[in-house]
């Protein structure tokens, strides 16, 4: 995108904020500058723990429970935000402030309706009157693509898609057509063709209301598409900035370059098992419904062990539905589910506590999939002790090996409490709970979708190495594409509640394909910045506001 040279917006100068752990403060964000015109576009990215979120969080003169701004300046539009009063804050942030969450299941109140938590911001700064805030937002929601606008925003936030509930924030966070807006990992949840469309209906946004935007991800490809300029941090400090198209032809730093150069693992595609082999996991022509709504029909695949099934699809297209019917959390309406060749009790109060230990689940979420309010010791010692029955000394060397095993030192996190970790290393924490169990088979929710890449890589390479130690079966619930191409041996394709497509990974990169497949492998984002631009004129589309109503 070219850079616009506008009145300055947003100017930070030396900021240095600082987390208390351990009874002290310890700084963790160390002299950062930017500086963000009007109607541009500023990409952070840098690993887990580089300090990208907090940063963002600063810009709207906020620091998070257990941190505080400590040094330097923050001025929004002539305001320095470090000294102004909460109360002249508050009117800022919502109205000419907003900020859209990596997580929106841990965002929204699951006692209110989608539509009302998005009007409540215009009704309350006055700026639209009830009626035209819901009219405002079912326009906003069918620019995002979700499906039936006028009706979506009447549900609550556990009757929608996780994907659907990431659009349904981003437009909340426009409702007041905002000066400046924070996008933290908006595209996280979403599958690729989703993204395409979200990607282009915040592009929309920004240009067509000349907002500026904060967009933070650790997706290269995707700040490619949406960032005038990059910056790139590592643990707090500044590594490096620049305008996007320089930054990606010729980054100065070392640490830049290995961003550039992560996703090189491939694992060797294992060879597919006999005819005669039985399935760890076989799912055989299931149906599944939530209420009177059907949401899985004739689904069928298998699991081998030692093998890794990846199922990819677009948001609602039934993977985690299909992995709740496994785990008995959704018992089928037709068909069943064998494990060794034994069929499980469809739900899974039924199942034994040694069919409940074979099947454990990592999930997408690790915000709400976690208690706040309990140590990580207990949160992965739980499993532990439930299912290995271990105690005292052994069930704490046991935390200390997974915790080892997932690469976070154990004595400095054993007594941590879910909110002081990051994103990244709540989802680790996730992992180790689920080895605890030592279980046959796990799914695999998206779990490196919350990671960055070098983060990602490492999950990847360390999920492969425990499932060669321990002949693991996965099911690896993802959209995003590379992961496949890393980590599969098999790959099944859903759309709308079916399988369309499966085979052998190397086969189902190869073409011809099922013309949904050959959908999901084009809108695979690319560190081109034109890429996004370039694919919408393929595909019929004259400007990227078009691009969320087809």
């Known amino acids: 995108m070219p850079s616009k040279k506008k009145e300055v917006l947003l100017r930070i100068e030396d900021l240095r904020i600082e987390g208390f752990s351990n009874e002290t403060w310890i700084e963790i964000v160390h002299g950062v500058n930017l500086t963000l015109h009007r109607g541009e576009v500023l990409g952070l990215i840098g690993e887990s723990g580089a300090g990208k979120s907090t940063i963002g969080l600063a810009a709207m003169g906020f620091a998070r429970d257990g941190c505080r701004i400590s040094g330097g300046s923050v001025e929004f539009d002539g305001m320095e935000l470090t000294t102004t009063p909460q109360s002249a804050l508050r009117a800022l942030r919502g109205s000419r402030i907003a900020y859209v969450a990596q997580s929106a299941a841990a965002s929204f109140n699951p006692a209110h309706k989608i539509i009302d938590q998005h009007t409540e911001a215009p009704l309350h700064y006055r700026i639209k009157k009830r009626l035209e805030a819901q009219e405002d937002a079912m326009e906003l929601y069918e620019r995002l693509r979700l499906p039936n606008p006028g009706e979506i925003g009447f549900r609550y936030p556990h009757q929608v ?87 990606l032809d010729s980054p100065k730093e070392d640490y830049t370059k290995s961003l550039w150069a992560v996703r090189s693992f491939r694992r060797e595609q294992k060879s597919p098992p006999g005819d005669d082999a039985v399935p760890v996991i076989s799912v055989q022509g299931i149906d599944a419904a939530y209420g009177d709504a059907k949401v899985l029909e004739d689904v069928s695949f298998a699991v081998h062990a030692g093998m890794t099934v990846a199922v990819v699809g677009e948001s609602g297209s039934g993977k985690s539905t299909a992995a709740r019917c496994i785990t ?223």
């Open 161 to 247: 898609s996780g994907g659907q509930l990431q659009r349904a924030m981003t437009a909340m966070a426009m409702a007041c057509r905002p000066d400046l807006i924070i996008f933290d990992e908006p595209t996280t949840a979403l599958d690729v063709t989703t993204q395409i469309e979200v990607l282009a209906a915040i592009r929309d946004i920004v240009e067509q209301f000349d907002t500026a935007a904060i967009y933070i991800t650790h997706d290269l490809a995707v700040v490619a598409q949406m960032a005038d300029k990059i910056k790139v941090l590592l643990k707090g400090h500044e590594v490096e900035e620049a305008a996007t198209e320089s930054m």
């Open 328 to 550: 008995g959390l959704l018992p089928p309406l037709t068909g069943q589910i064998l494990f060794n060749g034994t069929p499980l009790p469809p739900r899974y109060r039924d199942r034994t506590k040694e069919q409940l230990r074979q099947a454990q689940m990592i999930y997408q979420m690790a915000d709400t999939a976690l208690n706040p309010k309990v140590r990580i010791s207990d949160i992965i010692g739980r499993p532990a002790e439930f299912y290995g029955g271990l105690k005292g000394a052994k069930l704490k060397n046991r935390v200390d090996e997974l915790l080892d095993l997932i690469e976070l030192e154990p004595s400095k996190f054993y007594h941590r409490y879910p909110p002081e970790l990051s994103g990244g290393q709540k989802q680790r924490i996730g992992i180790a709970r689920a080895l605890a169990a030592e279980p046959a088979f796990i799914i695999c929710d998206e779990v490196t979708s919350a990671l960055d890449q070098l983060v990602a890589e490492g999950i990847l390479k360390l999920l492969d190495r425990l499932q060669d130690e321990l002949n693991l079966a996965y099911m690896f619930i993802t959209h995003d594409l590379a992961t496949v191409r890393a980590i599969a041996d098999h790959v099944v394709v859903m759309q709308k509640g079916r399988v369309v497509e499966q085979g052998p990974k190397t086969e189902m990169f190869t073409p011809p394909h099922h013309p949904y497949t050959d959908l999901l492998l084009s809108s695979v984002p690319e560190m081109d910045p034109n890429w996004l631009t370039t694919l919408l004129e393929e595909r019929g589309v004259d400007n990227i506001g078009e691009a969320a109503k087809v």
